[in-house]
């Protein structure tokens, strides 16, 4: 049986990757290697999972420089010649080891205005939308992020730009921006627009790449450049 | 860190258009000195001359293919083959490179 | 700089770049017809100098590229030289003048 070389992050900013040598099986995933690690080779190591079958986000990790759920990443597919390198997700403050601190992701989600705002109370009636109009349509292309931030740390603009709202942000209000139901829809255009918001998108599509639901933030936010312009157009912004 | 096709693109689109800005200065002084054109002319003629002249053609040519995919991103309808622009951007370069190294 | 004013910063450069598009394309079509078998003041100056249609034309193309090189590099320098700051845009701002004024100077010296 042969066995991966695996490098692990250590430490919070500063730190130093540390060996390990991990047995390695058919059928493996990452999330299976770092498991090993902390259960039977070092306690002290720092990780974050959940639901081990890719559906919280939860285990994403830097695996050999890419984003990616470690839950669903069979070391088949990226370990090559026996060796891993796994860190924190980047663009994220580390906590310790493999675990990032998510505040400043949500907040970003915040400050771009991502929750629905209505007007109809328990009282009233559905609102009726159709599933096939091509808002919703739209909507639906982008509603099932789960905030996992791999997107986040794909970015390279995020990276260079600290004041960039970022995919996941920016994705979010999006669907918003689509939803018929919701009231606030300047405030939000103006919350996305501009050298933090959608504009300081370049298309490079690492977060489309990279999503691991398949969504296409690159979408997303060209269709909020787009709603920018309308708005600027109608003197609205 | 693996890099994809949009990423290149990108960064093909970023170098070049700093390129361009820092040629574009030296070419309008050139050209605005043109009683002289003549003897510029005939420096133009060296080889390395010949050569960056097309290696702009080039970057110009780069720069144009890249920003048209990006308008295409951002206002043509969302579709699965817009992926391909980058190969698209990149032919459309190796074009217009092929075309100005033949007319020299 | 507010987020309108900055989203209008996005919207002039996607303009200038459509509209240089078309310059573009027409310089170097132009370039790689005139380059054919060498160039000579006497030969570029016969069919430039008087020429209004062309003298539009490059003046149009100048002040598009005053517009969108700036613009263009004011990312650059947000992203990789991380400047801040008021005097960024005012660096870019005479940066463009730069360009519109050596631009339209070539453009008389070879067109008027």
Known sequence: MSALAVEVWRGGAQGAFQSFEVPRHPSQTVL???????????????????????????????????????????????????????????????????????????????????????????????????????????????????????????????????????????????????DERDVVKHERLRAVAGDAGCHACHTHMSCTERCPMGLAPTAAISGLKRAVLGSVLKGEL | ???????????????????????????????????????????????????????????????????????????????DWQKGLAAAAAALTLAAGLAFALAL | MSAKAQSLLWIAQRASAALLALCVIVHLVTIIYAVQGGLSAAEIFGRTRGN????????IFVLGVAVHAPI????????????????????????AALLAWMGMRAVFAVFA
């Open chain 1, 32 to 178: 299976d290697v770092v498991t090993y690690i902390q259960r039977s080779l070092d306690a002290t190591l720092a990780y974050r999972f959940a639901c081990r079958v890719g559906m919280c986000g939860s285990c994403a990790m830097s695996v050999n420089g890419v984003p990616r759920w470690t839950c669903r990443t069979h070391v088949d597919k990226v370990a090559r010649e026996n060796k891993l390198v796994i860190g924190p997700l980047r663009n994220l403050p580390v906590i310790r080891d493999l675990v990032t601190d998510m505040r400043g992701f949500f907040d970003k989600w915040a400050r771009a205005k991502g929750s629905f705002a209505g007007t109809k109370t328990k009282r009233d009636d559905f609102a009726r939308v159709a599933p096939d109009s091509a808002d919703r349509r739209k909507v639906d292309a982008g509603i099932e992020c789960i905030g996992c931030g791999v997107c986040y740390s794909a970015c390279d603009v995020v990276a260079w730009n600290p004041d960039y709202l970022g995919p996941a942000a920016l994705n979010r209000a999006w669907t918003l921006v689509k």
């Open chain 3, 72 to 95: 263009g590099l004011r990312s650059v320098f947000i992203e990789w030289l991380g400047w801040r700051g008021r005097s960024r845009d005012v660096a870019l701002v005479a940066f």
């Open chain 3, 52 to 59: 209004v249609a062309w003298f539009v034309f490059y003046s």
């Open chain 2, 1 to 79: 860190m693996n890099r994809h096709s949009s990423y290149w693109v990108f960064l093909v689109h970023r170098l070049s258009g700093i390129a361009l800005a820092l040629f574009l200065p030296v070419h309008f002084w050139a050209l605005g000195d043109a009683l002289q054109l003549d003897a510029l002319l005939a420096w133009t003629e060296q080889p390395l001359v010949k050569f960056s002249e097309w290696a702009l053609v080039v970057l110009l040519a780069a720069h144009l293919g890249a920003g048209l995919r990006v308008l295409a991103l951002e206002f043509l309808p969302w579709r």
